[in-house]
């Protein structure tokens, strides 16, 4: 009976993370926008999950900032503040430059198959006009270092601020073009490749004041999407 339970336990906790996850990445490639109401109806249709399983992960989510839940109205996406905007690229500094710093030449080496592949899927997709995938390739570089490090503590605070900031770049980019750019990206592999961290560092923390600069940290605004829709193929 106890190991039934713990069991039922472990199944509850990892089909909550699954919904979470889906969500989370829904929200870092754009798909759900800053203000979307999540209505818990669809997301159980959409997904295909318990009711439950669905309050848990909005409210796990709610806790890491990346949705609000409001009495007797439900839950939304976040809308961050340009103050808190500004907060959470000075975090990715911090965070970005100890995952750098955390990777070295073996590292690099030991995980350029993955890397290689990485960039010529970035290349080809900032090449082209999909949106959406030129968001989530650039926002999959970040992350991928972020594996790379090593450091799991480090990545898990990456991984909830990666998503804030698709949602902070979703309220206040300037233009519809994503500014991350792939040239950036490639500096800082290329440097530790070969071994200069600190050169590597400063292209990245170079990277971050850029994007910054392209946020608008005086407006607001956001439209509804579809929310079946933009779950489907998660």
């Known amino acids: 009976m106890v190991q039934s339970k713990t069991k039922t336990g472990v199944n509850k906790k990892l089909a909550v993370q699954q919904i979470m996850d889906k969500l989370s990445k829904a929200v870092a490639q754009h798909k759900l926008k800053p203000g979307q109401r999540l209505v818990e109806a669809q997301i159980v249709e959409a997904l295909g999950v318990n009711r439950n399983h669905v309050q848990a992960a909005l409210q796990r989510l709610s806790l890491m900032r990346i949705v609000t839940i409001e009495p007797n109205r439900g839950a939304f996406v976040a809308q961050p503040s340009a ?3 500004k907060e959470i690229f000075a975090a990715r500094r911090a965070i970005e430059r100890g995952i750098i710093e955390s990777i070295s030449v ?3 080496e030991k995980n350029w198959p993955k890397i290689e592949a990485h960039m010529q899927a970035e290349q080809a997709a900032t090449e082209g006009h999909d949106r959406r995938a030129i968001v989530a390739k650039l926002s999959d570089y970040h992350s991928l270092l972020a594996e ?3 450091n799991q503590v480090l990545k898990e605070i990456f991984d909830n601020l990666i998503v804030r900031s698709s949602l902070i770049v979703a309220l206040y980019q300037r233009n519809d073009v994503p500014s991350c750019q792939h040239g950036e990206h490639q500096g800082v592999i290329d440097a ?6 600190e050169k590597a560092v400063e292209i990245m923390m170079e990277h971050l004041y850029h994007l910054e600069s392209e946020l608008v940290l005086d407006e607001e605004g956001s439209s509804d999407v579809d929310l079946s829709k933009a779950l489907q193929s998660l």
């Open 148 to 150: 790379i490090s090593g």
């Open 106 to 108: 073996d590292k690099i």
């Open 192 to 197: 530790l490749r070969l071994g200069e961290q």
């Open 83 to 85: 103050q808190e905007a």
